[in-house]
């Protein structure tokens, strides 16, 4: 089973930082991908940010400049530094990860959610 598990978030007013961390763990035979999805109450869940394991990066263009992903392969881990944080950027933001794992003599690949960590921006 693989796992990811978030640290970070809380409360911040705007124009303040904040970061994130994810860590995935388990039966992991290679990590593709991995980034950051956030959902705000009555909204779709849209991806914030990706990087894969080559380093290549996605942003979404509200967070463009502002925020930052980096990861550490070695460690199963990726980071999202959060800066000149807005009231918008409030959300439950979710560790993604796409994940190969060795089972049953096949390689499977599929996407792997955290649990969810609160990110509140407010005066």
């Known amino acids: 089973q693989v796992r990811l598990v978030e640290s970070g978030g809380g409360l911040v007013q705007p124009g303040g930082s904040l970061g994130l961390s994810c860590a995935a763990s388990g039966s992991i035979f290679t990590i593709d991908a991995m980034g950051w999805y956030r959902q705000a109450p009555g909204k779709q869940r849209e991806l914030v940010a990706q990087?894969?394991?080559?380093?290549?990066?996605n942003y979404a263009d509200s967070v463009k400049d502002r925020f930052t992903i980096s990861g550490d392969y070695t460690k199963n881990t990726v980071y999202l530094q959060m800066n000149n944080l807005k009231p918008e950027d409030t959300a439950v933001y979710y560790c993604n990860a796409r994940i190969r794992t060795y089972e049953n003599m096949a390689v499977r690949t599929n996407d792997y959610w955290g649990q969810g960590t609160q990110v509140t921006v407010s005066s």
């Open positions: 990087m894969t394991t080559g380093a290549s990066t």
